[in-house]
């Protein structure tokens, strides 16, 4: 991963940045970068406008604001990314991370924040696929939701008030699908009832390039570790429970994680363990800022390139 900050305080009100595929080359893609806020700004219009989730933003973003950050604040934006060490291959979501990957078959990835289900609706974990697709999809409210909301109807055809917004993947398992949403706020949130949504503008782009029986996989995974150019990163997220701190305090309270040392060896391998920077290492847990840090001590001012 490069080092460069890339400067983003010039950013119109209204842009908002496009996730481009990319091709895999190392374990982390993108680069970090930094944006000055404008007077009126919110955490919530800044995570949309760089294709960020709202907690990963304000995770990254300690003792900021989420709502008057302030004139002239500089804000991380957390656009790099350790990609998940499980098979490349369809879709992913990493459920601490609020983050999905696709992998093509071309060998590109690309990446969105998503709305994942709260506390009691939490989406279920495993492998499954996309069996279905449909634009300007019915929402049909299951049983389970009509009771906590009596005032549903049976079915709410497409248009704003329905929450699946434009575009629908349906899953193999039965009342669980990635859609978009008339709610954008909600991406980068545990606010669903299980479902994962995407902000309208990445599910418009998403929807046409993912085929039919393409398989899923939903983890839960919030330590990451890759190499890039040399150097072992480093990228922990909050837990599922620390999510919510966030969203209703702007900050959590610590957890103790265990089998990091084992993970951070394994990564490193053998000729690299003398190198490890454990205080880096017990930052990162502490803070769970959720972007990529390096782990590895330099040697004469310069990183090894022993496994680029």
Request: charge should be negative; hydrophobic fraction near 40%; include cysteine.
């Amino acid at each position: 991963m490069s080092t460069h900050v890339r400067a983003a305080e010039d950013a119109g009100d209204a842009a908002t940045e496009e996730a481009v595929p990319v091709t895999v080359r190392n374990d982390v893609i993108g680069e970090l970068g930094v944006y000055r806020t404008k007077r009126d700004d919110t955490l919530h219009e800044v995570a949309r406008r760089f294709n960020l989730g709202f907690v990963e933003l304000v995770a990254a973003n300690p003792g900021v604001s989420a709502w008057l950050p302030g004139e002239g604040t500089e804000v991380v934006l957390p656009t790099a990314h350790i990609l998940p060490a499980v098979p490349h291959e369809g879709i992913v979501i990493n459920l601490p991370e609020l983050r999905l990957y696709y992998f093509s078959e071309d060998g590109s990835v690309v990446t969105h924040p998503v709305g994942v289900g709260r506390e009691g609706w939490e989406t279920p974990l495993g492998i499954t696929k996309v069996v279905r697709k449909k634009a300007a999809p019915a929402w049909y409210p299951p049983e389970s939701i009509r009771a906590e909301k009596p005032e549903l109807p049976k079915v709410v055809p497409a248009g704003p008030d329905n929450p699946l917004g434009e575009y629908a993947l349906y899953f193999g398992w039965p009342r669980y699908l990635l859609h978009g949403t008339n709610k954008p706020y909600g991406v980068g949130r545990r606010v669903s009832s299980g479902c994962i949504r995407l902000y309208p503008e990445d599910i418009e782009k998403f929807f046409p390039m993912v085929p039919i029986g393409t398989k899923v996989m939903v983890i839960n995974e919030p330590l990451k570790l890759g190499w890039a150019n040399g150097m072992l990163y480093m990228e922990v997220h909050p837990r599922l429970e620390q999510a919510n701190q966030i969203e209703l305090e702007g900050e959590m309270e610590p957890v103790a994680m265990f089998g990091v040392a084992d993970a951070v060896r394994r990564a490193a391998g053998d000729d690299m363990i003398a190198r490890i920077d454990w205080e880096a290492v017990a930052d990162a847990v502490a803070q769970r800022h959720g972007y990529p840090v390096p782990v590895l001590k330099k040697t004469d001012g310069r990183q090894t390139a022993s496994k680029s």
